[in-house]
């Protein structure tokens, strides 16, 4: 008897120290266990960077249809598990009308909302440097054609009201805030008469929504951002100062896109009324689905996150973050070039019994896998003293 109530008391000081150590990592628990707490996952990927091989190698000449879910399917799972799913849509969904193009000036078939839907996505992010390729008759139109299949977006707006209405979704109890903004528009302006149609990064605009968010009840803020050198595998100082300003602002979690290839993730420790909290940035998620077929942009990251309220104190709290890398696979099938995007470690894996896989493929698997391993994805350097918010 003695000795259950010394185990008991050494696992009651043991939970209390580790919910109370600052340096905890990022996986332990704020507040400690026990609690009633509800929890969600939310998962996000970057750039659907939409080239002309991609969306042709999908094309259907029976239906005219252009069925990307197939692309898809092998992460598919990824995204129904989570009880959210964002993604950067960086084309635009202007109608067939316009011609279907790649880059510079991007226009994908509609098709692809619904069919990203069907796969378990749920929202897209619509301000990035092509959200003006095919003018604001383009921005609109795919703001429309996203409706339409039921995603949700941020990022881009019809109108001054839209763009004040903060956007703040409750999944599971959980009030999520999202923001969306880019860093560039590739020279191409934002229309003078229609200042609301691009978000751009401006910090006076993003105080305000983050104000909004929290006015509006948000319990986390997401903020996503298109900004960063294309191709560089590390943060500018750009980066990081926009990042560790978001943060004292109130904002949780950064997810970065535009690089088309991953850089380092950053968490760190937020005290905020004396209560440690774990705050996270991706700086890159890198490329989800491309034709960029060179090394570091044929991969990407997939982050689950894993966010908790604790329902008698109403505070919420990032818990835990699970990188998954993805790489994009092509293969030759029916007289052309097809598109797979593959979780890295579940594929090797399996990768004896994947008969579309070759020694090469196998041996690029493998090599994403040790180019985006912990120790590059989380290094020393971004490691930082703890914030303290008023």
Same mark, same amino acid.
């Given at each position: ?71 898809? $399917? ?7 598990? +989570? *009880?959210?799913? !964002? @993604?950067? =849509? ?118 305000? $929504? ?7 009840? +948000? *319990?986390?803020? !997401? @903020?996503? =951002? ?118 890295? $470690? ?12 070759? @020694? ?31």
């Amino acid at each position: 008897m003695l000795l259950q109530v010394l185990m008991s008391l050494l696992a009651a000081w043991f939970l209390f120290f580790s919910a109370h150590t600052p340096d905890a990592p990022l996986g332990e628990a704020f507040p400690p266990p026990g609690t009633r707490e509800v929890s969600i996952t939310v998962a996000a990927v970057g750039d659907f960077l939409m080239h002309m091989p991609v969306v042709y190698s999908v094309h259907n000449p029976d239906t005219g249809r252009f069925e990307f879910r197939r692309i898809f $399917e092998p992460v598919q799972d990824l995204f129904q598990a +989570a *009880d959210y799913a !964002i @993604a950067n =849509l960086e084309t635009t969904l202007a109608g067939p009308e316009r011609g279907y193009s790649g880059y510079p000036r991007f226009n994908c078939p509609a098709d692809l909302a619904a069919e990203m839907r069907a796969v378990g996505l749920d929202m897209f992010l619509t301000a990035n440097n092509h959200s003006l390729d095919q003018g604001a008759a383009g921005v609109i139109a795919t703001i429309d054609h996203l409706e339409a299949a039921g995603l949700d977006r941020v990022g881009t707006y019809r109108s001054q009201e839209e763009k004040d209405r903060p956007f703040v979704r409750d999944i599971g109890g959980i009030r999520l805030g999202v923001m969306n903004y880019t860093a560039s528009t590739n020279g191409l302006p934002v229309p003078a008469d229609k200042p609301y149609l691009v978000n751009v990064i401006d910090r006076d605009e993003m105080r305000n $929504e983050i104000a909004a968010l929290k006015t509006t009840g +948000a *319990d986390i803020i !997401i @903020a996503c =951002l298109h900004f960063g050198e294309e191709y560089s595998r590390h943060p500018n100082d750009a980066q990081r100062d926009l990042v560790h300003w978001l943060f004292s602002e109130g904002v949780d979690i950064v997810l970065g896109s535009h690089p088309h290839v991953v850089q380092p993730t950053e968490t760190r420790t937020v005290l905020k009324d004396g209560v440690p909290r774990k705050k996270f940035a991706a700086y890159s998620l890198g490329n989800f689905i491309s034709n960029q077929r060179w090394q570091h942009a044929d991969s990407g990251l997939l982050v689950n996150l894993v966010i908790k309220k604790d329902l008698d104190t109403g505070v919420t709290f990032l818990a835990d973050v699970d990188l998954i890398p993805i790489w994009v696979h092509t293969y030759h099938a029916a007289g052309r070039v097809q598109y797979r995007v593959l979780p890295v $470690e579940k594929t090797l894996a399996a990768s004896r019994t994947d008969p579309l896989l070759t @020694a090469a493929d196998v041996q690029r698997l493998a090599q994403v896998a040790d180019e985006l391993k912990p120790g590059f994805l989380s290094p020393a350097e971004l490691s930082r003293q703890p914030l303290r918010v008023r």
